[in-house]
């Protein structure tokens, strides 16, 4: 169920980037076809940050180090970036312009995703 949840936070957060954002676009022509693309693009993301993520973190920890973790921008939005080429391979209408456009585009997600989470139980509560 937490799954699900995630990807439907995911989701949301990359309607926030489309809206905000002029160079990132999911576009279809029915309401439909945009809830089920906002919901594949956000599964693609949470797999890629899920799987992806952690490598290049361990990997690149000592970028991180010497950084003091603002590679970690750099790194988001290189993730974004390959979210938007994995969803072309599935053919799903999700396009980014550039690096710049997935930069900002990513810290939105992330901080959309933080602030929704922020309303959802944690499953720690006893």
């Given at each position: 169920m937490s799954f699900i949840i995630r990807v439907i936070v995911n989701a949301l957060a990359l309607w926030a980037?489309?809206?905000?954002i002029d160079g990132i676009e999911i576009t279809t022509q029915d309401t439909t076809?945009?809830?089920?693309?906002?919901l594949a693009v956000g599964l693609i993301f949470g797999v890629v940050n899920a799987i992806i993520k952690p490598i290049v973190k361990t990997?690149?920890?000592?970028f991180y180090a010497l950084t003091l973790?603002?590679?970690?921008l750099v790194v988001n939005a290189l993730l974004f970036l390959l979210t938007e080429w994995i969803a072309g391979l599935f053919g799903l209408p999700f396009e980014i312009a550039?690096?710049?456009d997935a930069f900002w585009g990513a810290i939105i997600?992330?901080?959309?995703?933080w602030l929704i989470s922020l309303f959802l139980p944690d499953g720690k509560d006893d």
């Open positions: 980037a489309v809206l905000l076809g945009q809830i089920l693309a906002y990997v690149g920890c000592l973790g603002l590679i970690g550039g690096f710049w997600v992330a901080v959309v995703s």
